[in-house]
């Protein structure tokens, strides 16, 4: 058993130091091979070919979520360029952030009908990558009363989430969050931060098996 704990120690302390020199779909198949190995291993049978034969297996389920998810980013890219989407790629999932000043007038959780062809092409997207989870969540910046604001960034996360329900989007995919001002990316002491803050992000997280 200790063994096994170092063999994960080192395994992962190596990936980690290459990283910076790997792609994701490298990166998965790297983690796809220790984790195969080990599973490998862990069945008690000391034979060589069982344990390269779980290797094996564990590289192709790693590179497969990579190179999923670098196709999805490519295709979010693609159809949100110009948008004022900017879509952002975090180790195995997807962050899309959407400014609050495109989608929503001030202090309402109304979807602006002209962002209506932008959640089309998420949706498109979604539709076409099946197999994601995805967390729909909103902020706000800190003017205000904090309730209130979290309040109305679980209605304007839910209001996306719903559209996309109306865009064939399977509803067991989605889970909304109202984050309010606890998750600030920016500064609240001027203008152009707040802006920033006022937001719903939509994470792409990916299904593992």
């Known amino acids: 058993m200790k063994k096994t704990i170092i063999a994960v120690v080192l395994s992962t302390a190596i990936i980690s130091g290459c990283a910076s020199n790997m792609s994701n779909t490298q990166k998965g198949a790297g ?43 490519e295709a979010f890219r693609d159809e949100l360029s110009g948008s004022g989407v900017e879509v952002y790629r975090e180790g195995d999932s997807i962050r899309l952030s959407i400014p609050g000043n495109i989608t929503f007038s ?11 062809p932008v959640l089309e092409d998420v949706a498109k997207v979604l539709n076409r990558y099946e197999k994601t989870k995805l967390s729909v969540e909103g902020h706000t910046d800190s003017v205000g009363d904090a309730n209130y604001n979290r309040q109305l960034s679980m209605q304007r996360a839910n209001s996306v989430a719903n559209y996309l329900r109306g865009t064939n ?17 920016a500064t609240n002491e001027n203008a152009q931060g707040r802006q920033e803050n006022r937001r719903v992000e939509l994470r792409v997280i990916p299904l593992q098996g």
């Not at 202090?107 to 602006?112: E, H, L, P, R, T």
């Open 169 to 185: 989007v399977d509803a067991s995919r989605l889970q909304t969050l109202g984050m309010g001002e606890s998750k600030p990316i």
């Open 106 to 116: 001030t202090g309402s959780s109304a979807i602006v009908t002209g962002f209506y």
């Open 31 to 73: 983690i796809g091979a220790v984790l195969g190995a080990l599973a490998g291993k862990g069945t008690g049978d000391n034979d060589k070919s069982r344990y390269v034969w779980g290797a094996a297996l564990g590289a192709i389920a790693g590179s497969a979520i990579g190179s999923y998810m670098d196709k999805q980013e």
